[in-house]
């Protein structure tokens, strides 16, 4: 199975601020998954990110509040813009390896003050 | 994606066998059944995943009822590590099937 690094792990940000995600793949995939998992909750997908094309955002997710990047098939960043309490949340990624499901990254733990 | 309907919570004895139900009555039929499960504060863990036919392997087997609107996972022998949320997710076949987590199954193994 892949292996994910994602960075960073925790962060605490001030209200009105952005951070980017980063997660590193040790193969190459053709599609990344964004996912958001707030406190006590179960995991909602944000969006697909495919190589050399816009990220497919899913309904309640917009590309100003959550742009994504894609530059090849091993990496991608998650954007949290203009960050509000709500944010505060899990972020994962995760890619498709076909049969063998899905493999998720540890997650980023944000925290916004 | 077909929704699925699992039970929020369970208990099981350690060492005895955990099994945990999940009811996709709309499942269409190119899509499989996967299990993943969630340890606290970790992100989701590929389990098994099947289609019409009963899967096993090192962690767990699933069985899928003949009219495949049901399944079940079994955790053979639970251990207390296997304390954790489990999620039966439908999913289609094709490579744009998206996995839909639903809110899953809180499964405490007890000693």
């Known amino acids: 199975s892949a292996v994910i690094s994602q960075k960073p792990s925790r962060d605490i940000c001030q209200r009105g601020t952005s951070l980017t995600i980063q997660c590193q793949v040790d193969s190459q995939v053709t599609m990344m998954f964004w996912y958001r998992q707030q406190p006590g909750q179960s995991l909602t997908l944000i969006a697909t990110a495919n190589q050399g094309s816009e990220a497919t955002y899913e309904s309640g997710f917009v590309i100003d509040k959550f742009p994504i990047s894609r530059p090849n098939l091993t990496f991608s960043t998650l954007t949290v813009s203009n960050m509000s309490p709500e944010d505060s949340s899990i972020y994962l990624c995760?890619?498709?390896?076909?049969?063998?499901?899905?493999?998720f990254g540890s997650g980023t733990r944000l925290t916004v003050v | 994606d077909a929704k699925t309907t699992q039970p929020p919570s369970m208990d099981c004895a350690e060492g005895r066998a955990a099994n945990l139900p999940c009811n996709h009555s709309t499942i269409s039929g190119n899509e499989y059944v996967y299990w993943y499960r969630q340890i606290h504060s970790q992100g989701p863990q590929y389990i098994i995943h099947?289609?019409?036919n009963n899967e096993t392997n090192e962690m767990a087997s699933l069985i899928i009822t003949e009219d495949r609107k049901s399944s079940t996972l079994i955790l053979p022998h639970a251990t207390l590590r296997d304390t954790a949320v489990y999620y039966c997710i439908v999913r289609g076949s094709s490579n744009t099937g998206k996995l839909i987590f639903g809110q899953g199954t809180t499964l405490q193994v007890k000693p």
């Open positions: 099947g289609l019409k």
């Open positions: 995760s890619v498709d390896l076909g049969n063998y499901g899905y493999t």
